[in-house]
């Protein structure tokens, strides 16, 4: 960490998306911003980080930090791009992976393989002679010469990454630290299943340490280039449970940079609601290929460590953010049911057919194009000229073979693509115990403002909210994001047996390796907030709730606080014992306040033009158009009305009312409630 760095002042964000780069840049001092898109450079990721930069006439020296979510270790998973990796395991339990769970991916297609192959082949599974049992008793030690034998064999397979994953290491790591140690030796790189995933159920603690282990030498040699090429500023990444760690902290545990655009939004969102006092808010964040929804209650969003990957289990801290395969290129076909959308996508090339570059299959993007929404007088970030016969020719099939006109169809399309949204909503509401007609739907992605407002009259919401720089929300969040850390480590106590001895040397134990970076970066205790989180659940069952608690721990606080919120989700409680199945704490340095200069108050705005735009199939509403870059504070805006920046589009129904405030953020409400 270089402390003593000083640019002048400016903090910035940079997301890399598959189509687009985005940087948000904040100076502090002066309240200036600049926002910048570019396209993304696949295949090098850093030439696009110093192409924003250009872009927004910054070099590394004008930068205090500099910030970044990308989706490498992402895309690397996605595409199976990862590298070989050996694995080290408890002799007799090598083909855990083989083995995995009995369930299959795909339930009623058996013509499909039942599971994705293990990602480690058999010639380079290594057995190693050593046992621990779930107490952590060392029934078998793993002497020098069988960890020599294991370490000849790993080092024979001529890979550079190693993961190493033993029975109970998460009781006990004695013997994962010392075969650690000696291939530390011989190999590049070497995962410890103790450190990146300390807790029960074998498979997916070895599946996740295998991946992390496979994309270890790709995030290195990128961390490291990165580096070399932004030295003048202090560089941090993005992790996918919503904060930023140091690069050096990605580079040891780099599976915890899958999804970290996704996670950057999102704590974009939770800086915004946190700011704004917003008690519970819903992310929706609407994209070219994908929708992500995302459950955020008194500033914090909600956290899961049961995920996957490209049909891959991960165990990670990760924002429990709900994906699904509908976005503005997703495209629109007939199915046995009628009109599905998603997951296939158009892409960015050729992308919609109403951008003009040779797409002819019908998208949700074309069939806002088709109703009006989207201004075919301007360019779509400056360079994207929309063309909406295009968009009607790639829909007037589906037309024909419905019997309806195209506006029809559009109309369906978009009540279609509303009610595969609505049921995501509900599973990170409903699903949870929380009530989301309460909630405040936070609306960002190119396309997710288009969308909202109808949406939130499907599912019940009052109040939409379309923040400041939504279009580039995810790399806003890169600014915004606490240096977090976090951990959880396997309990497994139950309240009638507690301990609280053991308890509280593990606690001590995870929260000194939590704040020891935080430290050594030079800040004080004093600054580190600390958040502690109880996995708790009835004996005998699967899955555990999160409850949180103070320290020290009252264990009669803790049951009574578990039971109300199992009664929460499940709606019922019992007075039986419960068990404490992990343990998780997350320490957290806030950011300095850093905002953009508030927006000055003005003369009513006039529309830069008026146009048809269809709400409805009787007939198209005459619709004014505001440039959202001009909009003063305390602009109110009576729907139907379409608002636009450069890179985005706000769709204001009949019976709406859209409202700015200070801050350039945008409030949509139905008039009269």
């Given at each position: 960490?270089?402390?003593?760095?000083?640019?002048?002042?400016?903090?910035?964000?940079?997301?890399?998306?598959?189509?687009?780069?985005?940087?948000i840049a904040l100076q502090a001092s002066t309240g200036e911003y600049r926002s910048i898109k570019v396209p993304t450079q696949r295949n090098d990721p850093v030439a696009s980080i110093k192409a924003a930069l250009a872009a927004a006439s910054?070099?590394?020296?004008?930068?205090?930090?500099?910030?970044?979510?990308?989706?490498?270790?992402?895309?690397?998973?996605?595409?199976?791009?990862?590298?070989?990796?050996?694995?080290?395991?408890?002799?007799?339990?090598?083909?855990?992976?083989?083995?995995?769970?009995?369930?299959?991916?795909?339930?009623?297609?058996?013509?499909?393989?039942?599971?994705?192959?293990?990602?480690?082949?058999?010639?380079?599974?290594?057995?190693?002679?050593?046992?621990?049992?779930?107490?952590?008793?060392?029934?078998?030690?793993?002497?020098?010469?069988?960890?020599?034998?294991?370490?000849?064999?790993?080092?024979?397979?001529?890979?550079?990454?190693?993961?190493?994953?033993?029975?109970?290491?998460?009781?006990?790591?004695?013997?994962?630290?010392?075969?650690?140690?000696?291939?530390?030796?011989?190999?590049?790189?070497?995962?410890?299943?103790?450190?990146?995933?300390?807790?029960?159920?074998?498979?997916?603690?070895?599946?996740?340490?295998?991946?992390?282990?496979?994309?270890?030498?790709?995030?290195?040699?990128?961390?490291?280039?990165?580096?070399?090429?932004?030295?003048?500023?202090?560089?941090?990444?993005?992790?996918?449970?919503?904060?930023?760690?140091?690069?050096?902290?990605?580079?040891?545990?780099?599976?915890?940079?899958?999804?970290?655009?996704?996670?950057?939004g999102i704590a974009a969102a939770a800086h915004t609601a946190a700011a704004l006092g917003l008690e519970k808010a819903l992310t929706f964040d609407m994209g070219g290929t994908t929708t992500d929804v995302c459950l955020i209650v008194n500033?914090?969003?909600?956290?899961?460590?049961?995920?996957?990957?490209?049909?891959?289990?991960?165990?990670?801290?990760?924002?429990?953010?709900?994906?699904?395969?509908?976005?503005g290129g997703s495209l629109v076909t007939m199915g046995t049911g009628g009109l599905s959308i998603g997951p296939e996508s158009a892409g960015a090339e050729p992308g919609p057919a109403a951008y003009g570059r040779g797409g002819t299959r019908?998208?949700?993007?074309?069939?806002?194009?088709?109703?009006?929404?989207?201004?075919?007088?301007?360019?779509?970030?400056?360079?994207?000229?929309?063309?909406?016969?295009?968009?009607?020719?790639?829909?007037?099939?589906?037309?024909?073979?419905?019997?309806?006109?195209?506006?029809?169809?559009?109309?369906?399309?978009?009540?279609?693509?509303?009610?595969?949204?609505?049921?995501?909503?509900?599973?990170?509401?409903?699903?949870?115990?929380?009530?989301?007609?309460?909630?405040?739907?936070?609306?960002?992605?190119?396309?997710?403002?288009?969308?909202?407002?109808?949406?939130?009259?499907?599912?019940?919401?009052?109040?939409?909210?379309?923040?400041?720089?939504?279009?580039?929300?995810?790399?806003?969040?890169?600014?915004?994001?606490?240096?977090?850390?976090?951990?959880?480590?396997?309990?497994?106590?139950?309240?009638?047996?507690?301990?609280?001895?053991?308890?509280?040397?593990?606690?001590?134990?995870?929260?000194?390796?939590?704040?020891?970076?935080?430290?050594?970066?030079?800040?004080?205790?004093?600054?580190?907030?600390?958040?502690?989180?109880?996995?708790?659940?009835?004996?005998?069952?699967?899955?555990?709730?999160?409850?949180?608690?103070?320290?020290?721990?009252?264990?009669?606080?803790?049951?009574?606080?578990?039971?109300?919120?199992?009664?929460?989700?499940?709606?019922?409680?019992?007075?039986?014992?419960?068990?404490?199945?992990?343990?998780?704490?997350?320490?957290?340095?806030?950011?300095?306040?850093?905002?953009?200069?508030?927006?000055?108050?003005?003369?009513?705005?006039?529309?830069?033009?008026?146009?048809?735009?269809?709400?409805?199939?009787?007939?198209?509403?005459?619709?004014?158009?505001?440039?959202?870059?001009?909009?003063?504070?305390?602009?109110?805006?009576?729907?139907?009305?379409?608002?636009?920046?450069?890179?985005?589009?706000?769709?204001?129904?009949?019976?709406?009312?859209?409202?700015?405030?200070?801050?350039?953020?945008?409030?949509?409400?139905?008039?009269?409630?």
């Amino acid at each position: 960490m270089r402390a003593n760095l000083a640019g002048k002042g400016w903090q910035v964000g940079i997301d890399i998306g598959g189509t687009f780069t985005d940087l948000i840049a904040l100076q502090a001092s002066t309240g200036e911003y600049r926002s910048i898109k570019v396209p993304t450079q696949r295949n090098d990721p850093v030439a696009s980080i110093k192409a924003a930069l250009a872009a927004a006439s910054l070099t590394p020296e004008d930068v205090d930090d500099l910030v970044h979510g990308t989706t490498l270790v992402t895309n690397a998973i996605v595409e199976d791009r990862v590298e070989p990796v050996a694995l080290v395991a408890t002799r007799g339990f090598e083909d855990v992976l083989e083995i995995g769970r009995a369930g299959r991916q795909h339930l009623y297609r058996l013509d499909l393989p039942p599971r994705r192959a293990a990602q480690v082949p058999p010639e380079r599974r290594i057995g190693l002679a050593e046992r621990v049992d779930h107490a952590g008793h060392v029934l078998l030690a793993a002497d020098d010469r069988a960890i020599a034998e294991a370490v000849a064999r790993a080092k024979a397979t001529g890979v550079e990454s190693v993961a190493v994953s033993l029975m109970h290491a998460y009781a006990n790591p004695v013997h994962e630290r010392a075969l650690g140690a000696a291939l530390g030796e011989s190999v590049p790189f070497v995962s410890l299943s103790h450190e990146i995933n300390p807790e029960t159920r074998e498979f997916e603690r070895t599946a996740t340490t295998v991946l992390n282990a496979s994309v270890m030498p790709i995030a290195a040699r990128y961390l490291d280039r990165l580096q070399r090429e932004v030295a003048g500023t202090r560089l941090h990444v993005m992790h996918s449970a919503g904060g930023m760690a140091s690069p050096e902290a990605a580079a040891r545990r780099p599976l915890s940079m899958a999804l970290s655009g996704p996670a950057a939004g999102i704590a974009a969102a939770a800086h915004t609601a946190a700011a704004l006092g917003l008690e519970k808010a819903l992310t929706f964040d609407m994209g070219g290929t994908t929708t992500d929804v995302c459950l955020i209650v008194n500033g914090t969003a909600e956290i899961s460590t049961d995920s996957k990957l490209a049909g891959r289990p991960v165990r990670q801290p990760m924002v429990a953010v709900e994906s699904i395969g509908a976005g503005g290129g997703s495209l629109v076909t007939m199915g046995t049911g009628g009109l599905s959308i998603g997951p296939e996508s158009a892409g960015a090339e050729p992308g919609p057919a109403a951008y003009g570059r040779g797409g002819t299959r019908p998208t949700v993007t074309d069939a806002n194009a088709v109703l009006g929404y989207l201004d075919t007088t301007r360019r779509l970030g400056g360079s994207i000229a929309l063309d909406v016969a295009a968009a009607e020719a790639s829909l007037a099939p589906l037309a024909r073979q419905l019997g309806i006109g195209v506006v029809a169809l559009a109309l369906g399309i978009q009540r279609v693509a509303n009610a595969t949204m609505v049921r995501a909503l509900a599973r990170v509401t409903v699903e949870r115990g929380v009530d989301g007609r309460q909630c405040t739907l936070l609306a960002f992605g190119g396309a997710g403002p288009m969308h909202a407002a109808r949406l939130a009259r499907e599912f019940g919401i009052a109040e939409i909210l379309v923040p400041r720089f939504s279009s580039g929300f995810s790399a806003l969040g890169c600014i915004v994001a606490d240096m977090i850390h976090t951990q959880q480590h396997a309990v497994r106590m139950l309240s009638t047996e507690w301990d609280a001895d053991r308890f509280t040397a593990l606690h001590d134990g995870m929260l000194s390796t939590l704040m020891e970076p935080l430290l050594r970066q030079g800040h004080s205790k004093n600054d580190i907030l600390v958040e502690r989180m109880a996995l708790v659940r009835y004996v005998g069952q699967s899955y555990a709730i999160e409850v949180g608690f103070a320290a020290p721990l009252d264990l009669d606080t803790l049951g009574r606080d578990f039971r109300r919120r199992h009664l929460e989700i499940y709606g019922y409680a019992t007075e039986e014992h419960w068990e404490m199945q992990s343990l998780r704490l997350r320490t957290r340095v806030a950011r300095p306040a850093s905002s953009a200069a508030p927006l000055p108050p003005g003369a009513a705005p006039q529309p830069t033009s008026v146009g048809p735009c269809w709400f409805e199939p009787a007939a198209p509403y005459q619709t004014p158009r505001f440039d959202r870059d001009l909009l003063p504070a305390g602009a109110k805006i009576a729907g139907p009305a379409v608002v636009e920046d450069a890179w985005s589009t706000v769709v204001v129904p009949p019976g709406y009312a859209l409202t700015a405030d200070t801050m350039g953020h945008l409030w949509i409400r139905e008039e009269g409630r």
